[in-house]
């Protein structure tokens, strides 16, 4: 079992920064994909920036250059994980409630998938 904690969300204005950290804990040894995911109102849930099982990272196109995601390396242990997504030049179609996701899969098929309770970020001047 794995539990996800976010944190961060918040109200910025436009060009504004936040940054959103999410702590894995538990069984977090098999997870080979984690990342950030958001949903406006009205729209469905799109991936934001992940760590995927093949060792990259992708980015939705909409936030390329804005966005960044890492590993709290500092943070780590065998039952803890800190993930942060560092937002810059925040426009108002960036405000949705944001995920942390952690998920085992194998063959591209998720085995284990978790998620946050959300975090909320809105932006607005």
């Known amino acids: 079992q794995v539990e996800l904690v976010e944190s961060g969300g918040g109200l910025v204005q436009p060009g504004g920064s936040l940054r959103l950290a999410c702590a894995a804990s538990?069984?977090?040894?098999?997870?080979?994909?984690m990342g950030w995911y958001r949903q406006a109102p009205g729209k469905q849930r799109e991936l934001v920036a992940v760590?995927?099982?093949?060792?990259?990272?992708?980015?939705?196109?909409?936030v390329k250059g804005r966005f960044a995601i890492s590993k709290d390396s500092a943070k780590d242990t065998a039952y803890l994980r800190v993930d942060t997504l560092q937002m810059n030049s925040l426009e108002p179609e960036d405000t949705a409630v944001y995920y942390c996701?952690?998920?085992?899969?194998?063959?591209?098929?998720?085995?284990?998938?978790?998620w946050g309770q959300g975090t909320q970020v809105t932006v607005s001047s």
């Open positions: 760590f995927t099982s093949g060792g990259s990272i992708e980015y939705a196109d909409s």
């Open positions: 996701n952690a998920a085992t899969t194998v063959g591209g098929t998720v085995i284990y998938d978790y």
């Open positions: 538990g069984s977090i040894s098999s997870i080979n994909h």
